[in-house]
């Protein structure tokens, strides 16, 4: 299977964690206590997003690059 690079959109929320998109599969987001949690949660949702893309025959788009596995290159937006 091939597999992409992905770039994500990681927003510290104000009750605590953090919240994560990815533009390009859109409906794609997962959240996390902390930004390493958030991150290898979208991976899992990137995963998720693909295969069911794959299965119902949907196109899906690839982020920068293909790879050798799922990674995320992250932006933090909002309030640190």
Request: hydrophobic share 40%.
């Amino acid at each position: 299977m091939t597999q992409y690079q992905y770039y994500v959109v990681l927003t510290p929320q104000e009750e605590g964690g953090y919240t994560v998109t990815v533009p390009a599969l859109p409906g794609c987001i997962s959240e996390g206590d902390t930004k390493g949690e958030a991150l290898k949660n979208v991976k899992d949702a990137i995963r998720g997003y693909l295969l069911v893309a794959k299965k119902r025959g949907l196109p899906f788009f690839s982020g920068v690059q293909e790879i050798e596995e799922v990674t995320v290159v992250a932006g933090v937006f909002g309030n640190a």
